[in-house]
């Protein structure tokens, strides 16, 4: 009978807090040596299988799943579950193979639809047996009918029998049984009450089935054994059917304590392979502690560290504590995956284990020698299976803290930087500072350069996108309160469509589009209204937009990059993991920057992957945020290693590095190129612009 989820998930969490039953039995019993396993009497076989098979009609006895009902003729499969004959019957014949899996497993074994070769279940025969004959049905609840009386024999009246005579083999009613005691000639006769001869009768039901006397030679007692044929045989058998040298007949005996010995020393084998998966579990749990206390400690770290920020940027938290959980429920995905594969061999350990102790402790000697091959080949080859561990990796979270302090007013001087091939790059001037005014940044996240050179910068703090001419002067702003519609709250990034439009998206669902003097336009969601209805989670990340006005979007809660045209009609869905920053190149290439993975993977309209980025300079390990394209195609990626190098970096159209643009940088966040070729940097609270003053 198959095990409730319950008591598989109570079976699971004790795996390893307690022990087997039996080997708390070795622990506490003295073990039996193999003479004194073999020697165990008939007569004492036969009371325990008596009093488990009575014991069990009282409770649930199992039945087919298949059908929910009693076994009829129940067959046994490799992998030691059993089904009625009839059920699998139909199972073969309703599929179009010529192997069927297992209806309760699904073991990866195939298994033959010619049902007859299967082994019967012989102990589940022989217990059903057991049951019937006890008067009790074997279903849940179940009960027998009533046995119906047995007539007089000894007369013609229709009257019940209430004693059996031993001598004259007749059932007597009660005056036939007067007359009995009061003939001279039968007084000498032994009678017995119809109970008793009831309790006789059912004792002859449990006796063991092997047949005594050999069907093919009348009057012949089976006492022999033929090892290559597997099958029992009386002398005469063994003389003409399996002599020679192609055959070994042993005593019948000798057979089943062969028989015997090969299922406890298989089943010793599984038990120590069973030991082993069980100390798999408990690495596994060591592990799942450590990642725990790993989890648990970085969170503090960050709450510390956030606690430690000023008031406008707390909500930094969150984003940090977003991405560790995004990371824990990855890594625990990879460890339940291994708890299910552990759980799942154990199961078979047990599933054998319990079925070869069943034929040991209740089987007959025939039971022993008709399932010791399906046994001991099941056995065998669980003795073989070895436990599978993931990487001690897999409890260890690289996540490094931001800097303690982050300064507000700090213009860093930039080093110029010449690489391999000569380039050599230079700071052309700084837009904004810390403020709220025009021309002032409170954190600025996206930026982006139309082709007439209007500078566009996402002011996140400020709750706005500021617009900036091409002599870097104040234009406009992208946010207004004259509608509810247009206005911003915290936007990401931003991008300008080639007829001067202006694009912003914010913490909101929307895609805003402004005119060339920044008054708003209309928006549109990136998800259809089905799936918005359904609550469906959106978070856009980045903003793109192509040489054919096309309007990348990026959801970082979906996985996806949506394609629109520039009235918000939408064209095709690309999937990528967590895209946080993106640019399209002139082939339309689509650039992907995925800080979550630390790499930018760059692939073709139709999502074909093309190749990535994640190392720069000597093979140093890259910490990618914003992304960008110039004419060319090149690629440029900001580089942010936490307490480390904030850098922007140059690959070429194949992702070969080529080039260092410019380094000790306080927090960039996005990266741009102008038409002229200036690279535009959003760092902190200011927008940094470098030029390339010569190639050597």
């Given at each position: 009978m198959a095990?409730?989820p319950?008591d598989k998930?109570?079976?699971r969490?004790n795996a390893?807090?307690?022990?087997?039953k039996v080997?708390?039995?070795?622990?506490?019993?003295?073990?039996e040596?193999?003479t004194?396993?073999?020697?165990?009497t008939?007569m004492?076989?036969?009371?325990?299988?008596r009093?488990?098979?009575h014991s069990?009609?009282?409770?649930?006895m199992p039945?087919?799943?298949?059908?929910?009902d009693?076994?009829?003729?129940?067959?046994l499969?490799?992998?030691?579950?059993?089904?009625?004959?009839?059920?699998?019957?139909?199972?073969?014949?309703?599929?179009d193979?010529?192997?069927?899996l297992?209806?309760e497993?699904l073991?990866?074994?195939p298994?033959?639809?010619?049902?007859?070769?299967?082994?019967d279940n012989?102990?589940i025969?022989?217990?059903?047996?057991?049951?019937?004959?006890s008067?009790?049905?074997s279903k849940?609840?179940?009960k027998s009918?009533?046995?119906k009386?047995?007539?007089?024999s000894?007369?013609?009246?229709?009257?019940?029998?209430?004693c059996?005579c031993?001598?004259c083999?007749?059932?007597?009613?009660q005056p036939c049984?007067?007359?009995?005691k009061?003939?001279?000639?039968?007084?000498g006769?032994?009678?017995?009450?119809m109970?008793e001869?009831?309790?006789?009768r059912?004792?002859?039901a449990?006796?063991?089935?092997?047949a005594?006397?050999?069907?093919?030679h009348?009057?012949?007692e089976?006492g022999?054994?033929?090892?290559?044929?597997?099958k029992?045989a009386?002398?005469?058998?063994a003389?003409?059917?399996?002599?020679g040298p192609?055959?070994?007949?042993?005593p019948?005996?000798?057979?089943v304590?062969?028989?015997?010995?090969?299922i406890?020393?298989?089943?010793q084998n599984t038990?120590q392979?069973?030991a082993?998966?069980r100390?798999a579990?408990?690495?596994?749990?060591k592990?799942?502690?450590?990642?725990k206390?790993t989890?648990?400690?970085l969170?503090?770290q960050i709450?510390?560290?956030?606690i430690r920020?000023?008031?406008e940027?707390?909500?930094?938290?969150e984003?940090?504590?977003?991405d560790?959980k995004a990371v824990?429920q990855?890594k625990r995905?990879?460890m339940?995956a291994f708890?299910d594969?552990?759980?799942?061999?154990l199961?078979?350990?047990?599933a054998?284990?319990?079925?070869?102790?069943?034929v040991?402790?209740?089987g007959?000697?025939y039971?022993v020698?008709?399932?010791?091959?399906?046994?001991?080949?099941?056995?065998?080859?669980l003795?073989?299976w070895?436990?599978?561990l993931?990487?001690?990796?897999?409890?260890?979270?690289?996540?490094?803290?931001?800097?303690?302090?982050?300064?507000s007013?700090?213009?860093?001087?930039?080093v110029?930087?010449?690489v391999e091939?000569g380039?050599?790059w230079?700071?052309?001037?700084?837009?904004?500072?810390r403020?709220?005014?025009e021309g002032?940044f409170d954190?600025?996240r996206?930026v982006?350069?139309?082709?007439?050179?209007h500078?566009v910068?996402a002011?996140w703090?400020n709750?706005r996108?500021?617009v900036?001419n091409k002599?870097?002067s104040?234009?406009?702003?992208?946010?207004?309160?004259k509608?509810?519609?247009?206005r911003?709250?915290?936007?990401h990034d931003a991008?300008?469509?080639?007829?001067?439009r202006f694009i912003a998206i914010?913490?909101s669902?929307?895609v805003?589009?402004?005119?060339p003097?920044?008054?708003f336009?209309?928006?549109f969601?990136?998800?259809?209204e089905?799936?918005?209805?359904?609550?469906?989670a959106?978070e856009?990340?980045c903003?793109?937009?192509d040489?054919?006005?096309?309007?990348f979007?990026?959801?970082?809660?979906?996985?996806v990059?949506t394609?629109?045209?520039?009235?918000?009609?939408?064209i095709k869905?690309i999937?990528?993991?967590?895209?946080?920053?993106?640019a399209i190149?002139s082939?339309?290439?689509v650039?992907?920057?995925c800080?979550q993975k630390q790499?930018?993977?760059?692939?073709?309209?139709d999502?074909?992957f093309?190749?990535?980025i994640?190392?720069?300079g000597d093979?140093?390990?890259?910490r990618p945020?914003?992304?960008g394209?110039?004419?060319?195609?090149n690629i440029?990626?900001?580089?942010?290693?936490?307490g480390?190098?904030?850098?922007?970096h140059?690959?070429?159209d194949?992702?070969?590095y080529?080039?260092?643009?410019?380094?000790?940088?306080?927090?960039p966040?996005d990266?741009?190129?102008?038409?002229?070729?200036?690279?535009?940097?959003?760092d902190d609270d200011?927008?940094?612009?470098?030029r390339?003053?010569?190639?050597t």
């Open positions: 095990e409730s319950k998930t109570s079976r969490k390893v807090t307690e022990s087997p080997n708390s039995q070795k622990d506490t019993t003295p073990q040596s193999p004194e396993t073999t020697s165990r008939n004492t076989l036969n009371q325990k299988t009093d488990r098979a069990m009609a009282t409770e649930d039945v087919c799943v298949i059908c929910h009693d076994f009829h003729e129940p067959k499969l490799p992998c030691l579950h059993t089904f009625c004959k009839k059920c699998l019957q139909q199972l073969a014949q309703s599929g193979n010529k192997e069927i297992c209806p497993c073991d990866p074994q298994i033959t639809t010619d049902i007859e070769k299967l082994p012989t102990l025969q022989h217990l059903n047996s057991i049951i019937l004959a008067g009790k049905s849940k609840g179940g009918k009533k046995e009386d047995i007539n007089c000894s007369c013609d009246k229709d009257i019940a029998a209430v059996r031993e001598d083999k007749e059932f007597l009613c049984v007067d007359s009995h009061s003939m001279k000639a039968l007084r006769h032994s009678t017995i009450t109970k001869w009831r309790k006789r059912d004792a002859m449990v006796k063991p089935q092997i005594k006397f050999c069907s093919k009348k009057g012949e089976i022999n054994y033929c090892v290559k044929c597997r029992t009386c002398k005469d058998c003389d003409l059917e399996h002599s192609t055959h070994n007949c042993i019948l005996e000798e057979a304590q062969q028989s015997r010995q090969q406890e020393n298989a089943l038990r392979a069973e082993k998966f100390g579990w408990e690495i596994m749990d592990r799942n502690s450590k990642l206390e989890v648990d400690n969170k503090k709450q510390d560290v956030m920020e000023r008031e940027i707390a909500k930094r938290e984003t940090f504590l977003e560790l824990d990855e995905k990879e339940n708890y594969k552990l759980e799942a061999n199961e078979d350990f047990w054998a284990q319990d079925l070869a102790d069943s040991l402790d209740l007959e000697d039971h020698i008709s399932l010791e091959k399906v046994l001991c080949e099941r056995l065998d080859l003795s073989s070895r436990p599978s993931p990487s001690e990796d897999l409890a260890e979270i690289d996540f490094v803290e931001e800097d303690d302090e982050l300064e007013d700090h213009v860093e001087s930039i110029e930087e010449e091939d380039e050599i230079e700071m052309d001037g700084v837009i904004g500072g403020g709220a005014g002032q954190w600025c996206g982006t350069v139309s082709l007439d050179g500078c910068v002011d703090g709750h996108v500021q900036f002599d870097r104040f234009k406009c702003v992208l946010n207004t309160s509608t509810m519609h247009g911003l709250s915290m936007p991008a300008c469509l080639p007829d001067g914010d913490k669902k929307f805003r589009v402004y005119d003097d920044g008054k336009l209309f928006r969601e990136t998800v259809c089905d799936n918005v209805a359904k609550g469906e959106v856009l990340s903003v793109a937009v040489r054919r006005s096309r309007v979007v990026g959801d970082v809660k979906r996985n990059v394609v629109h045209y520039s009235d918000g009609l939408h869905t999937p990528t993991v967590a895209p946080s920053h993106i190149t082939q339309d290439f650039v992907v920057s800080t790499k930018v993977r760059v692939m073709n309209f999502g074909k093309a190749f990535q994640d190392v720069y093979g140093e390990k890259l945020r914003g992304v394209c110039d004419k060319d195609d440029y990626v900001v580089h942010k290693e936490r480390g190098e904030k850098s922007v140059m690959y070429d194949k992702g070969t080529v080039a260092c643009v410019a380094t000790n940088l306080n927090e966040y990266v741009e190129l102008s038409p002229d070729g200036r690279v535009v940097v959003s200011t927008v940094k612009i470098f390339k003053v010569c190639t």
